[in-house]
């Protein structure tokens, strides 16, 4: 939309107060600062449950894989078969085998419920998510035998244990006697402390070598699992699908999908509703524009009959409207998109304020999953709702350029 000199100059005017347009000036001011808060709200929230589903994802397969082949009974036997067909299958990267079994610890009195984790010495010092969020210790000292394991800090602090502690793991299944089963209880020293970011895992997990793991829970040389990592994890589905029939008579495959079907499925479901909800800001947003500009035509009303008659034409008067109101809703979609940034920036910080002011905890780690706000920037999302914005406050500005253009001047001017 390209304006004439005059129509710059007087749109310019337009936006800036003039004598008399105090009340008109703080009214479009309150427009551009409802769209800056509707852009910010939405960029903010898009990108923290863009954030919280990719960390989620990313923490939650770090550990689990984009699926794995579960025996039957709790036990995979021939497992080492089941490695080699799924790693010759195309679009495997890894397969890993695996135990866990949920046990109970206790240390000076406490006890926990657990999840032990069994894993072969060279996977668990090559898995990033466990040795990147060591606190404490050394996970290098995990080694078949040494009697070592390393536990999540949350439920280090539920124990009271620390690095150097002797812990004792409680197993149902122990030896058989005259009066019944006797649990088994082994100690093991904990050599390393890790926090990986999600609540459930680290109030729970316990990591050991895959024989000492074999050995307290009496497998032999079974393991629980397979864990399976592929190229893409969308597609995992379509890449282990010529797996099944070779393992459907020791166990199922499970994809990180149906693992975790309830949780993704709600976090798509929030997403979508609240980018709708909040879209409504950005519209309410550009009612005030179209308030705004209809009051400044009224305003403007004998001004635009004086144009007329020195020869501005109907277009140009639309153009003139067209502009001040595109302009309010562009500079609040701009400094929406500048809060935005600056909020997801300085984040935590944020919510760490809020709840030092207020005493509330707003982020429990027990009900967020995660320790802390995270966040996720989609370019093409971002570009989406600046697009939406504009459109908005365009569309606003067409009935009051149009309310501008098709005024008469003989009608206004006629007792002048």
Known sequence: MLLTRYERFIAKRYLLPGKGDGFIFLVASISLVAVMLGVAALIIVMSVMNGFRAELFDKIVGLNGHAVV?????KLNGWQDIVEQARATPGVKSATPLIEQPLMASFNGRVQGILLRGMRVSDIRSNQLLK???LAGSIDELSPGSGNVAIGARLAEALGAQVGSTISLVSPDGQSTPFGSVPRIVAYRVSAIFEV??????KAFVVMPIEDAQSFLLLGDAVGMVEIDTVDADRVGDILAPLIPKVRDRGVI???????????????VDRVVSFVVLSIIILVASFNILSSLIMLVRAKTRDIAILRTMGASRS???RIFMTVGTTIGALGTVAGVILGFIFLLFR????????FLTGQNLWDPQIRYLTELPSKVD????????IMAFIFSFLAT???????????PVQVLRYE
């Open 70 to 74: 579960q025996g039957y009974d709790g």
């Open 348 to 355: 935590q910080s944020v919510v760490n304020g809020i709840q």
């Open 132 to 134: 990147t969020n060591v």
């Open 254 to 268: 499970n994809d990180w999908r149906s693992m975790n079907a309830s949780l993704f499925e709600a976090l798509a």
């Open 197 to 202: 970011g999600i609540y459930d895992y680290d």
């Open 379 to 386: 370019p093409l999302e971002i570009l989406g709702i600046t």
């Open 398 to 408: 067409l009935y009051p350029a149009f309310k501008a253009a098709s005024t008469d």
């Open 316 to 318: 140009g008067i639309l």
